[in-house]
């Protein structure tokens, strides 16, 4: 009886020790894990503040070139009423 208690204690011992070298691998890989979220929050964060630049950008850019459509549109309807008041004539 002896013989099976001092079995049991060394398996026990072993099984508690194997236990402890899991659980210090699964914390560091919890740590990791952690560190690697928040470094994709503030990459997420970064690319957010950038996506409303661009888009600010973007539509001060389509502003500008609705502008300069318009301003075109009005050119050109000017070159032809000149350029037709010339073949009346």
């Known amino acids: 009886m002896e013989k099976l208690a001092g079995r049991l204690v060394v ?8 236990l402890g070298i899991y659980i ?5 890989g ?12 503030q990459n997420r964060d970064e ?6 630049d661009l888009t600010k950008s973007s539509n001060a850019n389509t502003a500008a070139l ?3 459509t318009a301003a075109l549109k009005d050119a050109q309807a ?3 009423a000149s350029t037709s008041k010339g ?3």
Do not use: Y
């Open 47 to 52: 690319f957010r503040h950038k996506l409303d």
């Open 24 to 28: 210090f691998q699964l914390r560091g």
């Open 78 to 80: 000017q070159l032809e």
């Open 66 to 68: 609705n502008t300069c």
């Open 11 to 18: 398996v026990t011992i072993f099984i508690i020790v194997i």
């Open 87 to 89: 073949r009346k004539r």
């Open 30 to 41: 919890l740590a990791k894990s952690q560190a690697n979220a928040a470094a994709a929050m």
